[in-house]
């Protein structure tokens, strides 16, 4: 069964600070992984995927990475502005269950 | 962007009611998906549906849950007789296909109170 922690479970930061939310997992074997973003009593907006191929992805300020062999993934998220809080969830994807990880809950300092 | 609707955005109901929880997924997709989320907690999985028929259901999914493509665009989560416990926010997602570059669409969810 796979099992996915976030650490740290919530963040709080000045505006301009770099962010590093880490995501683990215990099975490799995941087709690929995805981070989303939950805004209080909202849904899940998907942030970026990553193959099960490829080492990282970026969009913008949001550079993720991700290393199968030890089971982990770190979201990194340049020069911080209010509007990056919420809640960051990863998702990794084994055939037709996807498994969640609790989240970090984000506060950017203004 | 094409995107998942869930109707209703919030739906109160008795004890031992039965609710149908309904989401119009994103035309092209395959896959489709139930996740639920109590307040607080994390988003926990209940079920994947493919080609008509469960692929896969956790083990909170059980007799008081079904699931159905009634038409080629909807799909309903129904609890046949609701429990106190059963109130969260429940999403629905899609994805086009399984493997690597398969992204999931969530829609904005059905809070869910049972009262």
């Known amino acids: 069964k796979q099992e996915v922690t976030q650490i740290p479970a919530a963040l709080s930061v000045p505006e301009g600070e770099n962010l590093v939310l880490n995501c683990s997992f215990t099975?490799?074997?995941?087709?690929?992984l995805q981070w989303f973003r939950q805004d209080p009593g909202k849904g899940l907006t998907s942030l970026l995927l990553?193959?099960?191929?490829?080492r990282e992805q970026t969009s913008g300020r949001l550079n993720a990475s991700l290393d199968k062999s030890s089971g982990r993934s770190t979201l990194y998220i340049a020069a911080s502005q209010p509007g990056d809080s919420a809640t960051y969830l990863c998702?990794?994807?084994?055939?037709?269950?996807?498994?969640f990880g609790a989240g970090t809950t984000v506060t950017v300092r203004a | 962007e094409p995107e998942v609707t869930q109707t209703p955005s919030h739906q109160v109901t008795q004890m031992g009611q039965e609710v149908i929880l309904r989401c119009v997924p994103i035309?092209?997709?395959?896959?489709f998906y139930w996740y639920r989320q109590i307040l607080g907690q994390k988003v926990e999985f209940l079920v994947s549906?493919?080609?008509?028929?469960?692929?896969?259901k956790s083990e909170i999914f059980d007799d008081q849950f079904s699931v159905e493509r009634p038409d080629g665009s909807n799909f309903t989560l129904k609890i046949r007789s609701t429990k106190l416990e059963d109130s969260a926010m429940y999403f629905c997602?899609?994805?086009?296909?399984?493997?690597?570059?398969?992204?999931?669409?969530f829609g904005n969810g059905t809070r869910l109170t049972v009262t």
């Open positions: 997602a899609s994805r086009p296909g399984t493997g690597d570059y398969s992204p999931l669409h």
């Open positions: 099975d490799s074997a995941i087709y690929n």
């Open positions: 549906f493919y080609n008509n028929e469960i692929s896969e």
């Open positions: 990553i193959q099960s191929s490829q």
């Open positions: 998702d990794c994807s084994n055939d037709y269950k996807l498994s």
């Open positions: 035309s092209n997709h395959l896959y």
